[in-house]
């Protein structure tokens, strides 16, 4: 039975290597097709590309098709960098600036508020004074002032 079976493929050996060729054939035909396809939609998104960043993508004297519009779209990419940077550069110190303030801020407003409370306290300190004393003096006249945010009278 195996002896039929490798004469059949003897005598048929031609057309099976054959039809070997024309599928490694058909093969290789359709990888070229798609190689072709996958170029030409690479140049023209190359083309697009070089449209969109103002140069051509054509061969000019002595340069090379695509060469300039390599420049431009590498200097466009660099001012891109560039500019990202300044802006975060920027932002940074904004924010450090933004930050210094409002400490500043909330330094200024717990120096204002202890005042405000010191105040208050010599204001209490004051009043019972003159109730025990029945006399309103210098001092008095000072602490309302400084209640009131004023400069103490000299």
């Known amino acids: 039975m195996i002896r039929t079976l490798f004469a059949k493929v003897k005598a048929e050996a031609f057309f099976l290597v054959l039809l070997a060729v024309a599928a490694v054939g058909a093969w290789l035909y359709v990888q070229?097709?798609?190689?072709?396809?996958?170029?030409?939609?690479?140049?023209?998104?190359?083309?697009?590309?070089?449209?969109?960043?103002?140069?051509?993508?054509?061969?000019?004297?002595?340069?090379?098709?695509?060469?300039?519009?390599?420049?431009?779209?590498?200097?466009?990419v660099k001012f891109k960098s560039d500019s990202d940077q300044l802006t975060a550069a920027t932002l940074a110190q904004a924010m450090a600036d933004h930050d210094a303030r409002q400490n500043n801020d909330t330094r200024a407003a717990r120096a204002a508020a202890e005042a405000a409370s010191s105040a208050a306290q010599r204001m209490e300190m004051a009043d019972a004074q003159a109730e025990r004393t029945n006399l309103v003096d210098s001092d008095w006249f000072r602490a309302v002032n400084g209640v009131a945010g004023l400069r103490p009278a000299r």
């Open 32 to 76: 070229y097709r798609q190689v072709s396809a996958d170029r030409n939609d690479l140049r023209h998104r190359a083309e697009l590309i070089c449209a969109g960043s103002g140069a051509d993508f054509a061969a000019m004297g002595n340069t090379a098709r695509g060469v300039r519009c390599a420049q431009t779209v590498a200097g466009l």
